[in-house]
């Protein structure tokens, strides 16, 4: 069965896909990801002075999918699962939160409500910025202002990205869409290849498909030799 299309996780890749990630330099990439989605070390410190820093234990939500949020929310430590509830009632994971990134910001600007649920995945530490204190340090500081802007247009480059998956009527490419997505934001380098610190349960919801179809299709992969499947982890081979 032949890899299922997929966009290209490096510039110089030829469109075919198979076998995956032969080009990837997993150390570079997570690095380079790293560094686009989160906030320089000063836009964080300067967030720092304006913010106060709340710890929050695992399963706590910090926000809900429609609450009104005056808020921005700047992760230091742990991580946060980012998801949607589908209107039968399951979970939908969209992404996870890292340490460096920033979320409520539109909700912020715009006075708007926040558009997903955000749990703590674990111990973490946060820092919230009232959104007078946010508004007065932008307009002191076009730095900030600037990385924050640069933010935002990732997140919107994030949401067509995940549209798009979602649009994918094949199981075989929304799950590969899906460990490539994953990839870019919640992965290690290995010495085969990159480790998705991922449950099939949480892929089976970022694919938005059934856990049971979701397992067939990785032992699919893996029979391929293009994954191999550990414990709450997935490793895409090189």
């Avoid at 990785?218 to 090189?238: D, P, T």
């Amino acid at each position: 069965m032949p890899l299922p299309p997929a966009r290209s996780l490096n510039p110089s890749r030829s469109p075919a896909v198979a076998p995956a990630f032969k080009a990837v330099d997993a150390d570079l990439f997570t690095k380079a990801w790293a560094e686009k989605s989160a906030l320089t070390p000063r836009s964080t410190q300067a967030l720092k002075s304006v913010g106060v820093l709340r710890n929050w234990t695992e399963g706590q939500v910090l926000l809900s999918r429609g609450q009104s949020t005056a808020t921005a929310l700047l992760l230091i430590k742990g991580r946060l699962r980012v998801s949607v509830t589908t209107p039968e009632g399951e979970e939908q994971l969209l992404r996870w939160m890292l340490p460096g990134e920033i979320s409520g910001l539109s909700s912020v600007f715009a006075e708007t409500t926040y558009p997903a649920d955000l749990v703590s995945a674990g111990p973490s530490q946060v820092l919230h910025v009232e959104r007078a204190g946010l508004v007065d340090l932008i307009s002191r500081d076009a730095t900030v202002a600037v990385d924050l802007l640069r933010i935002l247009g990732l997140r919107i480059n994030q949401l067509f990205d995940t549209l798009a998956d979602q649009g994918m009527h094949s199981l075989q490419q929304r799950v590969w869409a899906a460990l490539e997505r994953i990839a870019k934001f919640n992965s290690v380098a290995v010495a085969d290849g990159l480790q998705l610190r991922v449950s099939q349960a949480d892929l089976a919801q970022a694919a938005n498909a059934s856990r049971q179809r979701v397992n067939q299709q990785l032992q699919r992969f893996q029979a391929q030799g293009l994954i191999r499947l550990g414990y709450r982890n997935i490793v895409l081979l090189r």
